[in-house]
C-alpha cells in the first residue's frame, strides 16, 4: 500500500474532546443568548459589524463578475434604446418643471403665511443618494441592503424613498453598507395623515401590505385614498406619499375597522433611493430645549 | 476498518479542500442570494447540504463549533436574527455526527432519505425561532427548500469526494 493513502497522525481514539451532546447543549445555549441580546437589548451591534466587514471582502469579490457582465452588456446596449431612454427623461422633466417653478413660489408664500401665523418653519431634511445593492436573504423580513453606510454618515432610523414614496427606514448601520426596513415588515410602523380627510393613523406592516389598525368602525376612510406621512413623530417628515387605501373592511359588529393599504413605493424593484437625515437631529433648540423660566424671554408669563 | 462492500478506500482528505469548499458554499449561497434571486424562501441552502456533508465524512474536523460559527457568519450575511443560523446548524451538526457511522452504509437514496429529516428539522428551527421572535412566515414556498437541498446531496457526495478518489500514485500508463 503506497504511503500516501492514510492519514498522516492516527487517529486519535482516547482525546475526541467533550462529548457531542455536551457540545450542542454550549452552542445552542450560546445562539440562543446571542438571539436574545441581539432582539431584546440590541446590544451586539458591534459584533454584527465585525463580522459584516470580514465578510465584506467576500461578497465584493462574489460580486465583481456579475457587475463586468452587467457593464458589458450595458456597453453593447443599443444607441437608439439610449436615446430614446434619454428622450423620456427629457419628457419627464418637461413635465415637472412648471409644477417644480410653482412649488417654488409656493414655498415662498407658504413661509410668509407661517411667518404671519407665527407657526414654527418647515424641517427641510438633507438628502442622500444611494443605490440598492441586493435584496437581504432572510426570507422572513423585508430587508434591502443599500451602498451608503457609516463612511457616508448614514444614520439608524433615517426615512429612506424612492421616486415614488417611502421605502421605509435604516435600521442597522454598517461601515460601507446599510439595512434597510422596508415599510412591510412586521416590525415596521409609520405614522400617516389621510390627505382627503385628515384622518391621522398608524400605519402597521403585516408582510404583504400595510394596514391600519385601531380606527373606529365609522372612520372617514375610503377605497383609494392617498396616505402621507403625518410628520408627528419626528423621524419622516410631513408630506411624503406612503401609500394607497386598496381595502375597507367594515364589519358591523367590530369595533375597529379592518382598513389595508398597498405601498406606493416600488418595494420589489426600486433601484435608486433616497436617504434622509434624521429630522431629530436638526430640530431647531428650543423644542429640545427645556422651558424658558419665569422672566427670561419674551413669552413669560407672571 | 469494516467497509460496506465495494466502497473504494478513499484518499485522506486535505483540509484545505474543506475549508475552501465551505467558503465556496458560503460564496455560492452570496450569489444565489445578492445576484439571481433574491430573498425567495424556496432557496436551497447550500451551506447547510455542505456542512452536513463534512460533518458525515469528517466528523472529527468539522463538528459542532464549526457549523456555530459558519452559522454566525450566515447571519451576518442575511441580516437574519443573530444566532438562528447558528442554532440550526448546531442542530444539523449534532444530527450528522450522531448519524455518521450508520449514513454511509446505505446506498444513495437511502441517505437522501435519512438527510431529508435533518434539513426538516434545521428548517422548522428557524421557522419557530422567527415565529417566536415575531416575524411573519414566508410563505408555502419554504416547503420547497429541504427537499432541493435533499437534491443537492448526491451532487455535493460526488463533487467533494471527487479529490480523495484520485488514484494514490498517479500515473500516465494508468487507466484511471
Same mark, same amino acid.
Given at each position: 500500500?503506497?504511503?500516501g493513502t492514510l492519514d498522516s497522525a492516527p487517529p486519535p481514539f482516547f482525546r475526541q474532546g467533550p462529548s457531542a451532546l455536551s457540545k450542542l447543549i454550549f452552542f445552542g445555549v450560546l445562539s440562543l443568548l446571542l438571539m436574545v441580546a441581539d432582539s431584546r437589548f440590541h446590544m451586539l451591534q458591534p459584533l454584527r459589524?465585525?463580522?459584516?466587514?470580514?465578510?465584506?471582502?467576500?461578497?465584493?469579490?462574489?460580486?465583481?463578475?456579475?457587475?463586468?457582465?452587467?457593464?458589458?452588456?450595458?456597453?453593447?446596449?443599443?444607441?437608439? #434604446?439610449?436615446?430614446?431612454?434619454?428622450?423620456?427623461?427629457?419628457?419627464?422633466?418637461?413635465?415637472?418643471? %412648471?409644477?417644480?417653478?410653482?412649488? $417654488?413660489?409656493?414655498?415662498? $408664500?407658504?413661509?410668509?403665511?407661517? %411667518?404671519?401665523? $407665527?407657526?414654527?418653519?418647515?424641517?427641510?431634511?438633507?438628502?442622500?443618494?444611494?443605490?440598492?445593492?441586493?435584496?437581504?436573504?432572510?426570507?422572513?423580513?423585508?430587508?434591502?441592503? =443599500?451602498?451608503?453606510?457609516?463612511?457616508?454618515?448614514?444614520?439608524?432610523?433615517?426615512?429612506?424613498?424612492?421616486?415614488?414614496?417611502?421605502?421605509?427606514?435604516? @435600521?442597522?448601520?454598517?461601515?460601507?453598507?446599510? $439595512?434597510?426596513?422596508?415599510?412591510?415588515?412586521? %416590525?415596521?410602523? =409609520?405614522?400617516?395623515?389621510? @390627505?382627503?380627510?385628515?384622518?391621522?393613523?398608524?400605519?402597521?406592516?403585516?408582510?404583504?401590505?400595510?394596514?391600519?389598525?385601531?380606527?373606529? #368602525?365609522?372612520?372617514?376612510?375610503?377605497?383609494?385614498? +392617498?396616505?402621507?406621512?403625518?410628520? =408627528?413623530?419626528?423621524?419622516?417628515?410631513?408630506?411624503?406619499? +406612503?401609500a394607497r387605501v386598496s381595502l375597507v373592511d367594515r364589519q358591523t359588529d367590530a369595533s375597529f375597522a379592518r382598513i389595508r393599504c398597498t405601498p406606493v413605493a416600488h418595494l420589489n424593484g426600486t433601484l435608486h433611493v433616497l436617504v434622509l437625515r434624521t429630522p431629530a437631529v436638526q430640530l431647531p433648540q428650543n423644542i429640545?430645549?427645556?422651558? =424658558?423660566?419665569?422672566?427670561?424671554?419674551?413669552?413669560?408669563?407672571? | &476498518?469494516?467497509?460496506?462492500?465495494?466502497?473504494?478506500?478513499?484518499?485522506?482528505?486535505?483540509?484545505?479542500?474543506?475549508?475552501?469548499?465551505?467558503?465556496?458554499?458560503?460564496?455560492?449561497?452570496?450569489? *444565489?442570494? &445578492?445576484?439571481?434571486?433574491?430573498?425567495?424562501?424556496?432557496?436551497?441552502?447550500?451551506?447547510?447540504?455542505?456542512?452536513?456533508?463534512?460533518?458525515?465524512?469528517?466528523?472529527?474536523?468539522?463538528?459542532?463549533? /464549526?457549523?456555530?460559527?459558519?452559522?454566525?457568519?450566515?447571519?451576518? !450575511? *442575511?441580516?437574519?436574527?443573530?444566532?438562528?443560523?447558528?442554532?440550526?446548524?448546531?442542530?444539523?451538526?449534532?444530527?450528522?455526527?450522531?448519524? !455518521?457511522?450508520?449514513?454511509?452504509?446505505?446506498?444513495?437514496?437511502?441517505? &437522501?432519505?435519512?438527510?431529508?429529516?435533518?434539513?426538516?428539522?434545521? !428548517?422548522?428551527?428557524?421557522?419557530?425561532?422567527?415565529? /417566536?421572535?415575531?416575524?411573519?412566515?414566508?410563505?408555502?414556498? &419554504?416547503?420547497?427548500?429541504?427537499?432541493?437541498?435533499?437534491?443537492?446531496?448526491?451532487?455535493?457526495?460526488?463533487?467533494?469526494?471527487?479529490? *480523495?478518489?484520485?488514484?494514490?500514485?498517479?500515473?500516465?500508463?494508468?487507466?484511471?
Open positions: 500500500m503506497p504511503l459589524a465585525g463580522l459584516a466587514t470580514a465578510l465584506y471582502p467576500l461578497q465584493w469579490t462574489v460580486l465583481r463578475p456579475f457587475v463586468w457582465l452587467d457593464g458589458g452588456a450595458r456597453y453593447f446596449q443599443s444607441l437608439q #434604446a439610449s436615446q430614446a431612454d434619454a428622450a423620456a427623461a427629457q419628457y419627464q422633466l418637461g413635465l415637472q418643471s %412648471q409644477r417644480a417653478q410653482q412649488v $417654488e413660489q409656493l414655498t415662498l $408664500e407658504n413661509a410668509r403665511l407661517r %411667518q404671519l401665523l $407665527e407657526l414654527r418653519a418647515r424641517v427641510n431634511a438633507p438628502a442622500l443618494a444611494a443605490q440598492v445593492l441586493y435584496d437581504a436573504a432572510d426570507p422572513f423580513s423585508h430587508k434591502v441592503m =443599500i451602498d451608503k453606510g457609516a463612511l457616508s454618515a448614514v444614520q439608524a432610523g433615517s426615512p429612506v424613498l424612492d421616486e415614488w414614496g417611502v421605502l421605509g427606514q435604516v @435600521t442597522r448601520v454598517y461601515p460601507l453598507v446599510s $439595512e434597510v426596513t422596508l415599510l412591510t415588515n412586521r %416590525q415596521q410602523v =409609520i405614522p400617516v395623515l389621510n @390627505t382627503r380627510s385628515g384622518v391621522r393613523a398608524l400605519a402597521f406592516g403585516n408582510g404583504t401590505a400595510l394596514e391600519l389598525r385601531f380606527l373606529g #368602525a365609522h372612520v372617514d376612510v375610503q377605497l383609494g385614498d +392617498v396616505l402621507t406621512t403625518s410628520g =408627528i413623530d419626528g423621524v419622516y417628515p410631513p408630506g411624503l406619499q +406612503v429640545l430645549a427645556p422651558p =424658558i423660566g419665569p422672566g427670561q424671554g419674551k413669552g413669560a408669563r407672571p | &476498518m469494516i467497509m460496506p462492500r465495494g466502497k473504494e478506500l478513499l484518499l485522506p482528505v486535505r483540509p484545505v479542500f474543506i475549508w475552501s469548499s465551505l467558503i465556496a458554499a458560503l460564496a455560492l449561497a452570496m450569489v *444565489q442570494n &445578492m445576484v439571481l434571486w433574491g430573498n425567495a424562501a424556496w432557496l436551497p441552502d447550500v451551506m447547510a447540504v455542505v456542512l452536513v456533508f463534512w460533518a458525515v465524512h469528517q466528523p472529527l474536523r468539522v463538528g459542532i463549533g /464549526t457549523g456555530f460559527v459558519l452559522g454566525l457568519l450566515v447571519d451576518v !450575511h *442575511q441580516g437574519a436574527l443573530l444566532g438562528q443560523h447558528a442554532l440550526a446548524y448546531t442542530a444539523l451538526c449534532f444530527l450528522a455526527v450522531g448519524i !455518521h457511522r450508520r449514513l454511509l452504509w446505505f446506498n444513495m437514496f437511502g441517505q &437522501m432519505a435519512q438527510v431529508l429529516g435533518l434539513f426538516v428539522v434545521a !428548517h422548522l428551527l428557524a421557522l419557530l425561532l422567527r415565529l /417566536t421572535a415575531g416575524d411573519a412566515p414566508p410563505g408555502w414556498s &419554504m416547503l420547497v427548500a429541504p427537499l432541493l437541498e435533499t437534491l443537492l446531496w448526491p451532487v455535493v457526495s460526488v463533487l467533494l469526494l471527487l479529490p *480523495q478518489r484520485q488514484a494514490p500514485d498517479p500515473d500516465a500508463t494508468r487507466p484511471l
